[in-house]
Structure formats: structure tokens, C-alpha cells
């Protein structure tokens, strides 16, 4: 009998699993209910929405910009009475990133309140056809189409985020953008963009020049380094930085796939690159004599005032690169020796 129960068990499992075998979506939705038959897009296929703001049209430029270039699809703007369609509505009810698709045979139905949830519907749509969708050229013998089902959807969570270190790994714009792609394609939606550290200094400063010319290139290989910022010519170097027209280039890359970015300025700590780059920042001695050059302690700012001249000056640079309402500056693994030994912070301590 005990037999007869588990075999029953594990029958109704692999027909739950098999039923289920062709959707693959990350994250899974919230409600999902799978039907019968495809929807199958083809040259027919027509876009049926209203007037919709320009952030609405990004939202939805994702699923046509792809089905141009894989399946050589053009999607049109218009209603006929040939072929399936597509219908896009804006609906209250939904959280800022909900949405709803339903599939049928003939017809897929969007409702969201916003655009960000129209964005993740593309992204489940997406998801749901075959992955050559994704190729850089148009591929032929594919069968374009997504299973009949309806979903309704919303993040559990406002802040989904992916924090990327550039200051002992730099990455280019471009490998940073396909970063980007494949963060929203997975929804989530804060970037931390790690541009300062004691291993480099990502981040380009018109004030202070020194930043970048000696801060971003140190002594070594990424994987194989020194703090040593004063490698002479013709040694290993390793490094690179940002333009500010390159981070805003990033930013608005990121705003167009619903992403905010979110700045890494490091301090008081974790400031090496800063400090080689204009050691009168160090701290000084009890005496009042500035440490030896590249001696640099526990690696943090001192607390005279030109440190705070300096930090609010890359601050206002910083703000006016990005426009997210946070910045995170970090304030980890400060060890206080160097500031328990130092003149200036010894008297900051006392007043």
C-alpha cells in the first residue's frame, strides 16, 4: 500500500513538472496559470495602445527592438484584421512595478499602472520566447512564439540591487551596459556602483585631477597588486577611471532599463588611492610631521580641515553626475590608529 501511495506521489509530481517544462522564467511571478497552445508572433503581429508617455514607449521598445533584429519581426502601431496582436493598457491597481499579461492564441493583453511595470512584462515576455531572441542577428528556422497563460506580478521587494566593485576590478562602459542588461532582464533594479577605494579611484574629478592621473593606476595586474602608486615608467601598471560623461552615459543607460544608480564614494577608510594621489590629506605625527610619503596608516582621511574642503567638493561633483537620492559612502573598517596618533585629530577629539 505504502508503495502504491509513494508512486501515486511521484506521478502527480512529474506531471505537475512536465506540464510546467516549457516556462522558465527568473524571478517566477507571483500567480501563474498556465493554458493550452501559442501565441506566435509573425510578420502580422500588430501593437494595439494608446498615447502613451515617451517612458511608456521605452518601456515596451525592449521586446520590438529584439524581434527586429532576431526574428526580423517589424512590430506596427496599428489595428487590422490579419493576425495576432498585442494590447497594451494602463490600469490603476497595480504596485509601480506590477503588471499582468494574459496569452492567448490570438492575443496578448498588458495591464500596468506604470511604466516600470510594463518594462518587467516585456522582460517576462522576453523570457518566455525561444533565446535566440537575444542574438545580434537575425536567426532563422525559429519558430517565434510564447506559451498561453496568464500572470500577474509584483516585486516582494522595493530594492533589489547588485553592487559592482570597479576599484580593484575595473570594467569598461560596455561590459558595465551588458551588466546592466542582464540586471534588468532579471528585474532588479538599484546598481551600487563601487568607483572608490584604497585599490583605485574610478571616479573623474574636474577639482581634483591628481585623482585619476595617479589614483587609478596602480602597481601590478588585477589580480596581483600593491598600493603602490608611484610605479615608475615602464612597470606594470593596472587601472583606468570614468569621465563624467561617461558616468552619466551609464546612468542614462540604466534609467532606460528602469535602473537607479547608486554611487560608491569611500570614507573616512579604504582611501589609499585619494591619499597617494594628495597626501597632505594623511594625518600627521603627534609632533605635527606629515607622515612618510606612501606611509599611509590604516589607509584614512585625516580630519583636518582641508579633508572636509576636499570631501564636500567631490561630493558636489558627485551630485551633479548623478541623480539618485542616495549616496553611499561606506564608513567601514575605519580602525582609528592613525587618527588616535595624530595632532589634528587629537585636538578634533577634544573640542
Given at each position: 500500500?505504502?508503495?502504491?501511495?509513494?508512486f501515486?506521489?511521484?506521478?502527480?509530481?512529474?506531471?505537475?513538472?512536465?506540464?510546467?517544462?516549457?516556462?522558465?522564467?527568473i524571478?517566477?511571478p507571483?500567480?501563474?496559470k498556465?493554458?493550452?497552445?501559442?501565441?506566435?508572433?509573425?510578420?502580422?503581429?500588430?501593437?494595439?495602445?494608446?498615447?502613451?508617455?515617451e517612458?511608456?514607449?521605452?518601456?515596451?521598445?525592449?521586446?520590438?527592438?529584439?524581434?527586429?533584429?532576431?526574428?526580423?519581426?517589424?512590430?506596427?502601431?496599428?489595428?487590422?484584421?490579419?493576425?495576432?496582436?498585442?494590447s497594451?493598457?494602463?490600469?490603476?491597481?497595480?504596485?509601480?512595478?506590477?503588471?499582468?499579461?494574459?496569452?492567448?492564441?490570438?492575443?496578448i493583453?498588458?495591464?500596468?499602472?506604470?511604466a516600470?511595470?510594463?518594462?518587467?512584462?516585456?522582460?517576462?515576455i522576453?523570457?518566455?520566447?525561444p533565446?535566440e531572441?537575444e542574438?545580434?542577428?537575425?536567426t532563422?528556422?525559429?519558430?517565434?512564439?510564447?506559451?498561453?497563460?496568464?500572470?500577474?506580478?509584483?516585486?516582494?521587494?522595493?530594492?533589489r540591487?547588485?553592487m559592482?566593485?570597479?576599484?580593484?576590478?575595473?570594467?569598461t562602459v560596455?561590459?558595465?551596459?551588458?551588466?546592466?542588461?542582464?540586471?534588468?532582464?532579471?528585474?532588479?533594479?538599484m546598481f551600487?556602483?563601487?568607483?572608490?577605494?584604497?585599490?583605485?579611484?574610478?571616479?573623474?574629478?574636474?577639482?581634483?585631477?591628481?585623482?585619476?592621473?595617479?589614483?587609478?593606476?596602480?602597481?601590478?595586474?588585477?589580480?596581483?597588486?600593491?598600493?603602490d602608486?608611484?610605479a615608475?615608467?615602464?612597470?606594470?601598471l593596472?587601472?583606468g577611471?570614468?569621465?563624467?560623461?561617461?558616468?552619466?552615459?551609464?546612468?542614462?543607460?540604466?534609467?532606460?532599463?528602469?535602473?537607479?544608480v547608486?554611487p560608491?564614494i569611500?570614507?573616512?577608510s579604504?582611501?589609499v588611492?585619494?591619499?597617494?594621489?594628495?597626501?597632505?590629506?594623511?594625518?600627521?605625527?603627534?609632533?605635527?610631521?606629515?607622515?612618510?610619503?606612501f606611509?599611509?596608516?590604516?589607509?584614512?582621511?585625516?580630519t583636518?580641515?582641508?579633508?572636509?574642503?576636499f570631501?564636500?567638493?567631490?561630493?558636489?561633483?558627485?551630485?551633479?553626475?548623478?541623480p539618485?537620492?542616495?549616496?553611499?559612502?561606506?564608513?567601514?573598517?575605519?580602525?582609528?590608529?592613525?587618527?588616535?596618533?595624530?595632532?589634528?585629530?587629537?585636538?578634533?577629539?577634544?573640542?
Amino acid at each position: 500500500m505504502k508503495k502504491t501511495v509513494l508512486f501515486a506521489f511521484m506521478l502527480t509530481v512529474t506531471v505537475k513538472i512536465c506540464s510546467q517544462q516549457n516556462i522558465s522564467l527568473i524571478p517566477m511571478p507571483a500567480e501563474i496559470k498556465q493554458g493550452s497552445g501559442y501565441f506566435q508572433f509573425d510578420e502580422n503581429t500588430y501593437v494595439l495602445s494608446g498615447q502613451f508617455s515617451e517612458q511608456w514607449s521605452v518601456a515596451f521598445s525592449g521586446l520590438k527592438q529584439k524581434l527586429k533584429i532576431a526574428a526580423g519581426i517589424e512590430l506596427k502601431n496599428k489595428a487590422n484584421n490579419k493576425g495576432n496582436s498585442i494590447s497594451i493598457i494602463q490600469k490603476q491597481g497595480f504596485d509601480k512595478e506590477g503588471y499582468s499579461i494574459s496569452v492567448s492564441n490570438k492575443k496578448i493583453i498588458i495591464e500596468a499602472s506604470a511604466a516600470n511595470g510594463l518594462f518587467y512584462a516585456i522582460q517576462t515576455i522576453l523570457q518566455l520566447l525561444p533565446p535566440e531572441i537575444e542574438a545580434s542577428k537575425k536567426t532563422a528556422g525559429i519558430i517565434w512564439q510564447v506559451p498561453c497563460l496568464s500572470i500577474k506580478d509584483a516585486p516582494k521587494l522595493k530594492y533589489r540591487g547588485l553592487m559592482l566593485d570597479v576599484s580593484r576590478h575595473f570594467m569598461t562602459v560596455p561590459d558595465i551596459k551588458r551588466l546592466l542588461d542582464a540586471m534588468s532582464m532579471h528585474k532588479i533594479n538599484m546598481f551600487q556602483w563601487h568607483l572608490t577605494d584604497g585599490a583605485g579611484w574610478r571616479f573623474e574629478s574636474k577639482k581634483y585631477p591628481a585623482l585619476v592621473e595617479r589614483g587609478a593606476f596602480r602597481k601590478g595586474n588585477p589580480l596581483n597588486f600593491t598600493y603602490d602608486y608611484d610605479a615608475k615608467p615602464r612597470e606594470d601598471l593596472y587601472g583606468g577611471y570614468y569621465t563624467q560623461d561617461q558616468m552619466k552615459e551609464v546612468v542614462s543607460y540604466a534609467a532606460q532599463k528602469f535602473i537607479t544608480v547608486i554611487p560608491e564614494i569611500e570614507m573616512p577608510s579604504h582611501s589609499v588611492a585619494a591619499l597617494a594621489s594628495y597626501p597632505e590629506l594623511l594625518c600627521v605625527d603627534s609632533l605635527g610631521q606629515l607622515r612618510k610619503q606612501f606611509d599611509f596608516g590604516d589607509g584614512s582621511f585625516c580630519t583636518k580641515e582641508e579633508t572636509f574642503k576636499f570631501i564636500f567638493d567631490i561630493l558636489d561633483e558627485v551630485m551633479s553626475v548623478f541623480p539618485t537620492e542616495y549616496i553611499h559612502i561606506a564608513g567601514d573598517e575605519a580602525e582609528k590608529t592613525n587618527w588616535s596618533n595624530c595632532l589634528y585629530c587629537r585636538n578634533r577629539m577634544k573640542t
